[in-house]
T-cell receptor, first 111, second 114 residues
Framework: DAKTTQPPSMDCAEGRAANLPCNHS???????VYWYRQIHSQGPQYIIH???NNETNEMASLIITEDRKSSTLILPHATLRDTAVYYC????????????FGTGTLLAVQP | NAGVTQTPKFQVLKTGQSMTLQCAQD?????MSWYRQDPGMGLRLIHY???????DQGEVPNGYNVSRSTTEDFPLRLLSAAPSQTSVYFC?????????????FGQGTRLTVV
């Protein structure tokens, strides 16, 4: 089973920041939080990942709470092309590198 | 740089037929995996491999076989297709057991079993 909980859908106005929450209350100390997105049933696309510290790259920022039980993906200036399903994934703590997907959040960016 | 390549992109099978979905990566990745995605759902792990000659089952392995004879290729075989196997299939690869590596996905194979 997926180890994360996300809202099924969210709306965001174009040009505004999109903040996507994720709960992962059972995360263990050596597990990373990963975010992927899937546009129009294409293959999932990697966005960002983190362990404890906040992370930023050219696509997004990832804010992880101090207790690591939740995180927020931030798209700073959402565009229509950011409309997609966003998956928050806690990477399997074993040696297998498995990604276990939940149902994700459908982000709809409105013009 | 091709990344992860899946063939075919579309396939229609009759119930009981067998076929192989191909997946190849040119990034020298150790780890490869197969997922299926049904309408309105997230991806579910079918089989995975941590290196050549090593495979293991995921969440929904029944009805599928895999092998990993080379680092580059990870084919998925449907032994006797059933309508319940109608789905979109994604192959993914990543560097290895390091938890901090990203996975790259192919563009999918859309399979219909009639």
């Amino acid at each position: 089973d997926a180890k994360t909980t996300q809202p099924p859908s969210m709306d965001c106005a174009e040009g505004r920041a999109a903040n996507l929450p994720c709960n992962h209350s059972t995360i263990s100390g050596n597990e990373y939080v990963y975010w992927y997105r899937q546009i129009h049933s294409q293959g999932p696309q990697y966005i960002i990942h983190g362990l404890k510290n906040n992370e930023t790259n050219e696509m997004a920022s990832l804010i992880i709470t101090e207790d690591r039980k939740s995180s927020t993906l931030i798209l700073p200036h959402a565009t229509l092309r950011d409309t997609a399903v966003y998956y928050c994934i806690v990477r399997d703590g074993g040696a297998t590198n498995k990604l276990i997907f939940g149902t994700g959040t459908l982000l709809a960016v409105q013009p | 740089n091709a990344g992860v390549t899946q063939t075919p992109k579309f396939q229609v099978l009759k119930t009981g037929q067998s076929m192989t979905l191909q997946c190849a990566q040119d990034m020298n990745h150790e780890y490869m995996s197969w997922y299926r995605q049904d309408p309105g759902m997230g991806l579910r792990l079918i089989h995975y491999s941590v290196g050549a000659g090593i495979t293991d089952q995921g969440e929904v392995p029944n009805g599928y076989n895999v092998s990993r004879s080379t680092t580059e290729d990870f084919p998925l075989r449907l032994l006797s297709a059933a309508p319940s196997q109608t789905s979109v299939y994604f192959c993914a690869s990543s560097l290895g057991r390091d938890r901090a590596t990203e996975a790259f996905f192919g563009q999918g194979t859309r399979l219909t079993v009639v």
